[in-house]
Structures are given as structure tokens and as C-alpha cells.
């Protein structure tokens, strides 16, 4: 059914052409599935604008006035292209709805939920929100680390040369370990970045600078949480709110001042990590509020798992380098 038109002026019904989000000839074919991934099939001008319900006297004015979405070219009354598969739209409506579904009903929940946090770090089960976390978390799916590679920086702070030994964590027993955002003060795990240079952001502030980093071979691990796929993959059709919301938003990955004493911002997913550990997950997949790439935290792993590749190289970051956050402001 075409959507309702409320617009009677000439810039309302080319906005709304806009959002059908048309490809040229050049950047689409007839029913076949593109470079980018998506399904479209091409349709005549006139037939698009008829659906949308302009009006016939505003067709060459509006489609004049639209290019293409993918290269820029622009479009006419005489154009073939490219739009939304029903399909396409579902799952749109879908995403939307799962959207909508977490801003409504977990989003002030979870500020709430840090907030409680912030005064009783240690009593997350006291919250409603730490209840349910508690209860659903045992259903997310466990998967195993193929062998791939990932990578562990240091700031450079002196002219010290490092070894890939000084690399890998260090001995609790003999460092105070910091807290960190999944692990509390004292706990010994392994963080590495799927990068070079997550790897060195991670350890770098926003004026950059130069970091040590090593490459680690990392052998098959299994019970592993992956909660990063919310940047490149759509959500599985029967994921909760809840679970959206831990993978496909930031409520896990809120950027801290390192240079602050107080990290408030880790209470959360520091809550989530000792609820996993509970089930037994040994680690967890996850996106970081300073770059791209995935990163993973190792809560358990046997001495053969992760192995040194050669010796640490130095990695530059200029000042200002890098996303300020991968996530959407959400």
C-alpha cells in the first residue's frame, strides 16, 4: 500500500522521494543482489513516483531535483531505477521496531542500572535491571575462536626496548593490576584488538602518540561471548530487547578519561563479565568506544592457547586519528 501524503508543497514530496534512497542504471541491475549486499529491483520513474503518490503535474520537477544514492548522478522522469525490496522494507521496520522497543523499554533502565552502580558497585543483583541481566544472560550464544591473529599494545613511556614477554599480562601476584572494563582490580585477563591500530588506540589518548604492539597467534577457544556484530550484521530474528541492546548499542562500551581515578562507565560491563564468567564463558568479543575493530577480552585460556608473533613493533597515532565511537548515540 503507498504511504500516506500529508506534504501538499512541491519540497514535501521531493523529501520524500529522497527517502526511497534510488540508484542509477549504472549502480543497479534488474533483481540482482549488488556489491553491497542488498537486493533492489529497478522500476520506472513515473511508477515510483505514482506509488508515492505525487502528484503527476510535480513528476519531472521532482525527479529532476534527485540523483543517485550510490554515485551521485543525477536522475529524471525518464530514468529506470533502483528501490527497496519488500523484503528490505520488513527488515527495516523490524530493526526500527527493535529500536524503538530498546529506547523505550531498557534504555533508562540501563542509565538507571549505572547510576545504582555508581553507589553500590558491588550490589548489581539489588537492581531489576541486574536481576534480569542475571536470568537472560545464560541464553546468549556461545561460540569458539578459529586461529586468527589479534594484537596487545603499550604506550611508549620511556626509551625502554620491549619484548613480546612484556606483552602479555602481568603476573597479579607481582603487578597491581588496574581495573578495566571487564575485569575488576586485581583480576588478570588478556585484552587484545583484532588491529595494529585498535591495538594502539586502545592504549593511546586522543593526542596519540607511539605504542609498542604484539602480535599474538590465538588457538581455537570455545565458549566465547561475541557481542561486536551489531556494526556489520543485522540481529537474528528472535533476539530479545535486552540482547540488542548489549550488542547493538553502546551501553557496554561508554569511552572513560583514562587519566580519571573514578570509572563509573565500567560498572555495567563489569557486571555483565561476572555474570557470564558464572556460566562459564571464558571470554568475551566486543566492540570498543575508540575504534573500529573487534576486541576480546580472555577471561580463562591454557598457556598453549596464545602464542607471541616475533617481537613488538612500534605503531604511530597522530593526534585526532580514529572514530570517536563506533556506536550510534544510543
Not at 531498557?106 to 542500572?113: S, V
Not at 556489520?232 to 569511552?255: M, Q, W
Not at 572513560?256 to 568479543?285: M, N, T
Request: glycine letters at 6%; hydrophobic letters at 30%; proline letters at 6%.
Amino acid at each position: 500500500m503507498a504511504p500516506k501524503n500529508q506534504s501538499k508543497t512541491i519540497d514535501g514530496f521531493i523529501d520524500l522521494a529522497m527517502s526511497e534512497q534510488m540508484y542509477c542504471s549504472s549502480c543497479q541491475t534488474y533483481e540482482s543482489r549488488e556489491p553491497d549486499g542488498v537486493l533492489r529491483i529497478q522500476r520506472k520513474m513515473p511508477e515510483v513516483l505514482k506509488r508515492l503518490r505525487v502528484p503527476k503535474k510535480y513528476w519531472e520537477r521532482v525527479a529532476s531535483s534527485l540523483t543517485c544514492f550510490s554515485c551521485g548522478t543525477p536522475l529524471n522522469i525518464t530514468c529506470d531505477v533502483g528501490t527497496k525490496t519488500n523484503e528490505e522494507r520488513r527488515e527495516e521496520r523490524r530493526q526500527y521496531n527493535l529500536w524503538s522497543s530498546w529506547s523505550k523499554n531498557y534504555q533508562w533502565k540501563f542509565k538507571e542500572f549505572a547510576e545504582h552502580l555508581e553507589k553500590y558497585p558491588y550490589l548489581g543483583l539489588a537492581h531489576a535491571l541486574g536481576k534480569e541481566i542475571f536470568k537472560d544472560i545464560e541464553h546468549l550464544a556461545k561460540h569458539s575462536i578459529p586461529q586468527s591473529s589479534w594484537f596487545r599494545g603499550r604506550r611508549v613511556e620511556n626509551h625502554t626496548m620491549q619484548e613480546s614477554k612484556d606483552l602479555f599480562p602481568p603476573d597479579p601476584k607481582r603487578v597491581a593490576i588496574p581495573e578495566g572494563r571487564f575485569n575488576h582490580f586485581g583480576q588478570c585477563v588478556f585484552y587484545l584488538s583484532k588491529t595494529k591500530e585498535g591495538a594502539a588506540q586502545e592504549v593511546l589518548s586522543k593526542d596519540g602518540g607511539l605504542a609498542w604492539v604484539q602480535e599474538f597467534k590465538i588457538g581455537t577457544i570455545s565458549d566465547i561471548v561475541d557481542l561486536s556484530s551489531g556494526l556489520i550484521n543485522t540481529p537474528p530474528k528472535d533476539i530479545s530487547a535486552l540482547r540488542f541492546g548489549l550488542g547493538y548499542t553502546k551501553a557496554l562500551a561508554r569511552p572513560v578519561e583514562r587519566s580519571d581515578g573514578w570509572k563509573p562507565e565500567y560498572f555495567v560491563p563489569r557486571f555483565l563479565a561476572d555474570c557470564l564468567k558464572r556460566v562459564g564463558v571464558k571470554g568475551i568479543i566486543f566492540r570498543s568506544p575508540y575504534h573500529y575493530s573487534d576486541n576480546l577480552v580472555l577471561f580463562q585460556y591454557e598457556d598453549g592457547d596464545v602464542t607471541s608473533v616475533n617481537e613488538p613493533s612500534l605503531f604511530t597515532i597522530k593526534k585526532g586519528q580514529g572514530p570517536n565511537s563506533p556506536f550510534m548515540n544510543l
